[in-house]
């Protein structure tokens, strides 16, 4: 078990099992819930396995699985409906190392993992009801897609735990996000210390807290914001319209002219 992420060997993979594989460079995660059968049940925007509807998808698409990957017969990625698919386990690693999501960490754990997006202090279900999560939001779908709202692992850790993050009418938001986020306002609200010390040193261990501090905070196993909220309910306010998560508008890159 690692500082990073706790990787695994196949032959221990359990049903219901949260699993994600970094992509290059360690950029982001891609997570998943293993429903047994070699399958791994995930979410996507349309197939792609991230997005923001901004620039940003640059460099987040370039970290992903090349575009020209020849996915099994099976695993064939589709382009549109609702983003929760179904792939075999060697898609859905796309050649990548497969690590599984820890949950009921203490809080020493939790803050010891250099990065967020790699387990909870919230506490799991019973596997079956993991997997019956999974599959009903395969044939339903988890909302749209949103790279900070309501994501991949958003997606795995619902089916764990039933536990959904509820701001007014919105559902959000993973570790992974906060991750993302939390370094650079854990920068920026360091930077007042510059009053009271020049110390590198001290500046480093003040953002550093901040950010430990944040990830803490917005575990979804500590927020006060959270409910539990069975699949089929889940899926019922969603197509009503009780929950939403609004998809960003897909980016439009204007690529130079080779002429």
Same mark, same amino acid.
């Given at each position: 078990?690692?500082?990073?992420?706790?990787?695994?060997?196949?032959?221990?993979?359990?049903?219901?099992?949260?699993?994600?594989?970094?992509?290059?460079?360690?950029?982001?995660?891609?997570?998943?819930?293993?429903?047994?059968?070699?399958?791994?049940?995930?979410?996507?925007?349309?197939?792609?396995?991230?997005?923001?509807?901004?620039?940003?998808?640059?460099?987040?698409?370039?970290?992903?699985?090349?575009?020209?990957?020849?996915?099994?017969?099976?695993?064939?990625?589709?382009?549109?409906?609702?983003?929760?698919?179904?792939?075999?386990?060697?898609?859905?690693?796309?050649?990548?190392?497969?690590?599984?999501?820890?949950?009921?960490?203490?809080?020493?754990?939790?803050?010891?993992?250099?990065?967020?997006?790699?387990?909870?202090?919230?506490?799991?279900?019973?596997?079956?009801?993991?997997?019956?999560?999974?599959?009903?939001?395969?044939?339903?779908?988890?909302?749209?897609?949103?790279?900070?709202?309501?994501?991949?692992?958003?997606?795995?850790?619902?089916?764990?735990?039933?536990?959904?993050?509820?701001?007014?009418?919105?559902?959000?938001?993973?570790?992974?996000?906060?991750?993302?986020?939390?370094?650079?306002?854990?920068?920026?609200?360091?930077?007042?210390?510059?009053?009271?010390?020049?110390?590198?040193?001290?500046? /480093?261990?003040?953002?550093?807290?901040?950010?430990?501090?944040?990830?803490?905070?917005?575990?979804?196993?500590?927020?006060?914001?959270? /409910?539990?909220?069975?699949?089929?309910?889940?899926?019922?306010?969603?197509?009503?319209?009780?929950?939403?998560?609004?998809?960003?508008?897909?980016?439009?890159?204007?690529?130079?002219?080779?002429?």
């Amino acid at each position: 078990m690692g500082l990073l992420s706790n990787r695994i060997d196949r032959s221990s993979l359990k049903l219901g099992d949260h699993i994600y594989s970094w992509r290059t460079a360690y950029i982001y995660a891609h997570h998943g819930i293993f429903v047994g059968d070699d399958r791994v049940i995930h979410f996507t925007r349309r197939g792609q396995e991230v997005g923001t509807g901004t620039v940003l998808d640059l460099i987040l698409v370039s970290s992903g699985p090349s575009l020209n990957h020849t996915h099994c017969p099976t695993c064939v990625p589709p382009n549109e409906g609702h983003g929760v698919v179904s792939s075999c386990l060697n898609c859905f690693l796309a050649g990548g190392v497969l690590y599984r999501f820890e949950y009921s960490v203490n809080a020493a754990h939790f803050l010891a993992k250099a990065r967020g997006g790699t387990c909870t202090l919230a506490v799991a279900d019973p596997n079956e009801i993991v997997v019956h999560r999974a599959k009903h939001l395969l044939q339903n779908g988890f909302g749209c897609y949103d790279v900070f709202k309501n994501n991949c692992e958003d997606f795995a850790i619902y089916c764990k735990t039933g536990l959904l993050v509820l701001e007014g009418r919105t559902m959000g938001q993973s570790g992974q996000a906060v991750s993302i986020i939390g370094g650079p306002i854990a920068a920026v609200l360091s930077t007042p210390m510059r009053l009271v010390t020049t110390n590198v040193y001290g500046m /480093a261990a003040t953002a550093i807290g901040v950010y430990c501090a944040s990830r803490y905070a917005t575990d979804i196993g500590m927020r006060a914001d959270v /409910a539990k909220v069975e699949a089929e309910d889940l899926t019922r306010r969603l197509s009503s319209g009780l929950f939403q998560v609004l998809e960003p508008p897909l980016a439009v890159i204007a690529l130079p002219s080779t002429s």
